[in-house]
């Protein structure tokens, strides 16, 4: 089945402690996306990837870092996290820039840091 | 990139269809319009999307004006599972296609 796979679910960590958020996508995608969901915030893009060894900031990258050393798999890290950093967050994948492919998402991962 | 603008809110009787409005007055030649929803929080999901004619799909319309600034999803007889948080975006220009943004988006009432 083509999906999109995030992993964990939820996690919930203390502040500073360093956590990564996998995804990883069966469908050849180039593309792939990280987002964050805050109330009345709606979707923000926090980085993004246009191909393997290819990564941008999206609108609220700080604080993050990503990686994309395979084309299935783009990786959230969190160095130091931060209360605020508290979030749904979703990734995303497509064929090619996203120009015309639609955007395949993740079941989400709720983070809580205390 | 194109930003869009959507009513917080509407209401729909089952049955009935859905008229979801959004304005894109910005939008360039090139960009074309997504709709997605979601529900609960779960991830996003796709609906349909067009550059300028008309589409449809088997589970939306999306009629584009013809100046292409606003557009409205139509979903014909919407049901209590179409309940949800819809969002219109535009794609980016070719200089920046990686970035994307979503708004608030509509949230749409489903009643019996």
């Known amino acids: 089945e083509a999906q999109v796979t995030q992993n964990p679910r939820y996690l919930i960590t203390v502040t500073g402690k360093k956590l990564t958020v996998t995804c990883s996508q069966n469908?050849?995608?180039?593309?792939m996306s990280w987002y964050r969901q805050d109330p009345g915030l709606g979707l923000r893009q926090i980085y993004y990837?246009?191909?393997?060894?290819?990564?941008d900031k999206g609108d609220v990258p700080e604080g993050y870092k990503v990686s994309r050393k395979e084309k299935r798999n783009f990786p959230l890290i969190l160095e130091s996290p931060s209360p605020n950093q508290t979030s749904l967050y979703f990734c995303?994948?497509?064929?090619?820039?996203?120009?015309?492919?639609?955007?395949?998402f993740g079941n989400g991962t709720r983070l809580t840091v205390t | 990139d194109a930003k869009t603008t959507q009513p917080t809110s509407m209401d729909c009787a089952e049955g009935r269809a859905a008229n979801l409005p959004c304005n894109h007055s910005?939008?360039?030649?090139?960009?074309?319009v997504y709709w997605y929803r979601q529900i609960h929080s779960q991830g996003p999901q796709y609906i349909i999307h067009?550059?300028?004619n008309n589409e449809t799909n088997e589970m939306a319309s999306l009629i584009i004006t013809e100046d292409r600034k606003s557009s409205t999803l139509i979903l014909p007889h919407a049901t209590l599972r179409d309940t949800a948080v819809y969002y219109c975006?535009?794609?980016?220009?070719?200089?920046?296609?990686?970035?994307?943004?979503f708004g608030d988006g509509t949230t749409l009432t489903v009643k019996p």
């Open positions: 995303a994948s497509s064929f090619g820039g996203i120009f015309n492919s639609p955007l395949h």
């Open positions: 469908m050849n995608h180039e593309y």
């Open positions: 990837s246009m191909n393997v060894e290819v990564t």
């Open positions: 910005t939008i360039s030649g090139n960009e074309y």
């Open positions: 067009g550059l300028k």
């Open positions: 975006i535009v794609r980016v220009s070719n200089t920046n296609a990686g970035k994307s943004t």
